[in-house]
């Protein structure tokens, strides 16, 4: 192709057609820059389609650390839920032999910790143009990480705390932590410090506070729920989008 034009070139030259040869480079430049425009255009629509697909697989591995904390969330909440009346006896100072078959001595016997899933919140981290809805997921995340999880930690030290000081101060640890404590299977002295003990009731409002008052972990964990859960349709749109 190149030899060809060549050639009309010289041919316009040796026959002195100058005009012609003007014109003939002019139209020459101009299909170059078309070329060029074509070339620019087919790159970026190239560069379009690849940030398109990276957007694609990056919302839905976010759309999948979604689903599993929502899931996390929602079996903790269930978990600290089901403990609640209990817990709401020992407030009203009803305690009662029967609260032990409903779990009265294991109020302050399990903590929770929520491993946040992050592999596609971390690659929307990474972008360097960020949308709007990215930069609304991080920011969950973000205060997840420094609201939820902080009240984890904090109802889980207290927790663990407790179960030192039943370890080191009462002769029946052993038979606290072997077996399921009801109010036929147990001795009178564990008993006793768990239907009367005002050390114990005292832990247990205080661990109340910190896992049903406000802005504290089960209000956390429902703000949390309901916020994941509306930007999952957000998620969709984008993926539905992207496979028009």
Do not use: C
């Amino acid at each position: 192709m190149i030899k060809f034009f060549r050639k009309i070139r010289q041919k316009l030259l040796s026959e002195n057609k100058f005009s012609k040869y003007l014109l003939y480079a002019i139209g020459e430049i101009v299909l170059v820059v078309i070329g060029i425009l074509i070339a620019l255009q087919i790159n970026d629509w190239n560069e379009q389609r690849k940030n398109q697909d990276k957007y694609q697989s990056i919302y839905t591995s976010v759309y999948a650390d979604i689903e599993n904390d929502l899931n996390d969330l929602q079996t903790n909440r269930d978990f600290f839920l089901q403990k609640k009346p209990v817990f709401e006896r020992v407030l009203n100072d009803s305690i009662t032999p029967d609260l032990l078959d409903l779990g009265l001595s294991r109020l302050l016997a399990h903590g929770t910790k929520t491993s946040l899933n992050t592999s596609g919140i971390n690659q929307l981290r990474e972008l360097e143009n960020k949308d709007s809805l990215a930069l609304a997921i991080i920011d969950v995340y973000d205060r997840m990480r420094t609201q939820l999880l902080s009240a984890e930690v904090r109802v889980t030290t207290d927790i663990t705390e407790h179960s030192k000081y039943v370890r080191d101060n009462y002769e029946w640890y052993g038979e606290w932590i072997s077996k399921t404590i009801m109010k036929d299977n147990s001795s009178d002295a564990l008993q006793n410090y768990f239907l009367r003990g005002i050390d114990y009731r005292n832990r247990v409002i205080y661990a109340y506070q910190q896992l049903y008052n406000s802005y504290n972990y089960i209000p956390s964990v429902n703000y949390f729920i309901e916020r994941l859960t509306q930007l999952k349709p957000e998620i969709q749109n984008v993926l539905s989008k992207s496979n028009d």
